[in-house]
């Protein structure tokens, strides 16, 4: 069992950049895959990026790649979403995620979610 706490979701401007960070405590995080899914108002929960339990694989989604970044830092235990120039378009509750099976781009293979923090990109 592992608790997740996400941090660093505020307001940003279009083409600067933000870093989310995904604490995790009871386990490590080299214990599982690790994702980030987003949520918009009135949008289902959809995938945007994980990185497998052997950190050997990263996978994105098509409207994040080349601009979002995840990376697991095992020493700190912590996951990171680095998310650069960002668009209004990726205004969502940002959750961090942990799995121990599965498929590591599928939301119904996560065991363990984090409470979600708020990205709002302005134009």
């Known amino acids: 069992q592992v608790h997740l706490v996400e941090s660093g979701g505020g307001l940003v401007q279009a083409g600067t950049s933000l870093r989310l960070s995904c604490a995790a405590s009871g386990r490590t995080v080299s214990d599982f895959a690790m994702g980030w899914f987003r949520q918009a108002p009135g949008k289902e929960r959809e995938f945007v990026t994980s990185?497998?339990?052997?950190?050997?694989?990263?996978y994105y989604a098509d409207p994040v790649k080349g601009r979002f970044a995840i990376s697991r830092d095992s020493a700190k235990n912590i996951v990171n979403l680095q998310m650069n120039n960002p668009k209004p378009e990726d205004t969502a509750t940002y959750y961090c995620a942990a799995s121990e099976w599965g498929s590591v781009t599928t939301i119904t293979s996560y065991d363990y979610w984090g409470q979600g923090t708020q990205v709002t990109v302005s134009s």
């Open positions: 990185i497998n339990l052997n950190g050997e694989k990263t």
